[in-house]
């Protein structure tokens, strides 16, 4: 049986509705729209006749790469591309989860003065510019750099020690961390301490609170963090192209290229084959999460 609001309630319904008016129509314009417009571009053509090719150009196109040994290879060149950008996005993205748990808890079960203090370092970083902070790194793992001078004296040449992939991935950990710690600490901060006390007098060790109770009921800022960290380092091209020192392509860069050459239409369709495979992978995490808290395994 269907309840009926009172008219005290019926105006406050309202009200929450003409609320999310802007919001609404914010999302539609900035974020609705410019999707439309990347999936017609993507299956359209130079005048805008339906087409698949720009699709299928992204799985077949290939190109000659030349191996240690001397000899060249075939591969699928945006193929390969991809899957370097995927793999190092995801590295940074486990690299960032590591870091950002434990500190996340640390700062959940600090006390308050503790918290804004780590909140504020952490939040610094973010006050400048992206590309100053990329540039910053840059001053520090180029040659001349601070720890290529410290290393110079132990004759260890930084490149190759992190190599340029290092350097990419030093970046986007640097540049996505706060991403990862906010949505960790923001769940961890409402934890019920007291469903942490039972679990010990109950008989869990440390181990088994973490596994049982803090991991199970952090998991929504986990998906959230990995979620807004992933996305931009894998669609990353600054990063790649300051730090990587133009030896590698990733995703974002070869989609900035295309945009520069003006072959939009194949620029979208990368675009919007990135934008399909990340909100995939984002579902089957979301609904794997959702079977694991529902389930209390």
């Not at 486990?94 to 804004?116: D, F, G, N, S």
């Not at 132990?154 to 290092?166: F, Q």
């Amino acid at each position: 049986m269907t309840k009926k609001l009172t008219r005290k309630e019926q105006r406050g319904f309202r009200a929450d509705q003409l609320a999310l008016g802007p919001y609404s129509l914010w999302a539609v314009i900035f974020i609705l729209v410019p999707l439309v417009f990347v999936a017609y571009y993507a299956f359209t053509d130079n005048n805008f006749n339906f087409t698949l090719d720009n699709i299928m150009r992204f799985f077949t196109s290939t190109s000659q790469v030349l191996q240690d040994d001397g000899s060249s290879k075939e591969v699928y060149t945006y193929l390969v591309i991809f899957w370097r950008s995927l793999k190092l996005a995801v590295i940074s993205t486990l690299i960032c989860l590591v870091l950002a748990y434990p500190l996340a808890y640390i700062m959940a079960r600090a006390e308050a003065k503790v918290q804004k203090t780590f909140m504020t370092i952490i939040m610094i970083p973010m006050w400048m510019n992206f590309l100053i902070r990329t540039y910053a790194w840059m001053t520090i793992l180029q040659d001349t750099g601070i720890l290529n001078n410290f290393l110079g004296a132990l004759h260890i040449p930084l490149v190759h020690i992190i190599g340029t992939e290092g350097a990419v991935v030093i970046g986007m950990v640097y540049d996505y961390f706060p991403y990862m710690v906010l949505p960790l600490y923001s769940i961890m901060a409402k934890m019920d301490v007291k469903l942490l006390e039972a679990a010990r007098d109950l008989g869990c060790s440390s181990a088994g609170v973490l596994r049982r109770v803090v991991w199970p009921l952090s998991l929504p800022g986990v998906i959230n963090g990995i979620t807004m960290v992933l996305i931009p380092s894998i669609s990353t091209f600054y990063i790649s192209q300051k730090l990587g020192d133009g030896k590698f392509f990733l995703i974002g860069d070869a989609i900035e290229s295309q945009y520069v050459a003006n072959n939009l239409h194949f620029a979208a369709a990368m675009a919007f084959i990135l934008m399909v495979v990340l909100l995939a992978c984002m579902g089957a995490m979301q609904i794997l999460t959702n079977r694991h808290t529902e389930g209390g395994k």
